[in-house]
């Protein structure tokens, strides 16, 4: 029986590049080089860094928004409330005009008119308080510069000093702003009129 030809006789063995000791890397395996998990690492932590700058950046836009839709519906009012109040401030005269009419027909024969008048100028002073006008407290009151405004002094023993003894005009505010001080006269004592004298000199 023939002997197999050795390698002498032209066989040889094929080297695969495998270390049969299992040292090398077998590509086909799903074992990433150590480089590659750094390398993938740090991308995650560069895009979680990145998604939490967007969200942070989406909550101060969200803030934003908020704010700014805030500010325009208060600004809104804030104009609706100037046109009332200009509005409010046109009509203070017309107020004026039916309390001289009030005043100037004392007769009994205008009484029916002068019902018709006071309805129709309550009707007009219903509406105005609705949209927040109010009559400025003056009459029995302390004088105070902030709501009245005094163009006359008169000495009296009987009203301490500063006393409102008489409203010349109503004065009107307007949620709480002075449209028109009440004109009034103030009491004064005569000790106090020549204090007063004496710290105008």
Do not use: C
């Amino acid at each position: 029986m023939a002997e197999p030809k050795r390698e002498e006789d032209g066989i040889f063995s094929i080297d695969d590049g495998r270390d049969e000791s299992g040292a090398g890397a077998d590509p086909l395996s799903g074992d990433p080089p150590a480089g590659a998990e750094t390398g993938i690492a740090a991308e995650l932590a560069r895009l979680r860094a990145e998604k939490e700058e967007l969200l942070q950046t989406l909550v101060r836009r969200q803030a934003d928004f908020e704010n700014f839709k805030k500010r325009t519906e208060r600004d809104r009012h804030e104009e609706a409330r100037r046109g009332v109040e200009r509005l409010v401030l046109d009509m203070i005269p017309v107020l004026d005009a039916f309390d001289r009419a009030l005043q100037g027909h004392d007769d009994p024969s205008y009484e029916e008119y002068r019902k018709g008048v006071i309805l129709i100028r309550k009707q007009l002073w219903d509406s105005l308080t609705r949209h927040g006008l109010q009559r400025v407290e003056a009459a029995g009151k302390m004088f105070d510069p902030n709501f009245h405004q005094a163009i006359e002094r008169v000495e009296s023993s009987e009203y301490p000093d500063g006393f409102v003894v008489d409203v010349f005009q109503d004065g009107y505010q307007f949620h709480g702003r002075v449209l028109r001080p009440a004109i009034v006269r103030v009491a004064v004592h005569p000790g106090g009129a020549q204090a007063s004298n004496m710290g105008e000199n």
